[in-house]
């Protein structure tokens, strides 16, 4: 499966008037994207996978363990991976039953792997 990643500096996603976001990194597949994207070239739509790195401050982290979770996973997003470069490890959530899980926390020796990338695997010390 062939995948797009957005050219943008700050990927957006525009799911209505009152909820937009810039999340660090998004990934939709060719199929996904087609839907995403209105006639302006704007995501409207979740796509399959998010990535967050967190920001300091406690402000920051709340923000994207908790009210971008909530709004991924209301909105559809398939896996959520949220990046904490202070303890150096990856939060990984992923579509149960309708909502967000945290199936995994990595850390520098652990392989990050994802079923949306196939043949995608990278030591989570290489993102730090």
């Known amino acids: 499966m062939r995948s797009s990643l957005s050219s943008d500096i700050a990927p957006g996603i525009i799911f209505s008037d009152a909820d937009n976001v810039i999340p660090d990194v998004v990934w939709a597949s060719h199929e996904r994207l087609k ?8 995501l409207t739509g979740a796509p399959e996978l998010v990535v967050e790195v967190l920001s300091p401050g406690e402000k920051n982290e709340k923000r994207d363990k908790e009210t971008k979770l909530k709004l991924y996973s209301v ?14 490890k990856v939060e990984i959530y992923r579509r149960e039953q309708a909502v967000l ?8 020796q652990d ?6 990338l196939p043949g995608f695997n990278c030591l989570v010390s290489k993102l730090f």
Do not use: M, N, R
């Open 111 to 116: 392989e990050l792997t994802s079923p949306l």
């Open 35 to 42: 839907l995403l994207l209105d006639e302006a070239g704007h």
């Open 101 to 108: 899980k945290l199936v995994s926390t990595l850390f520098h």
């Open 75 to 88: 909105q559809g997003v398939q896996e959520y991976w949220i990046c904490d470069c202070i303890q150096k």
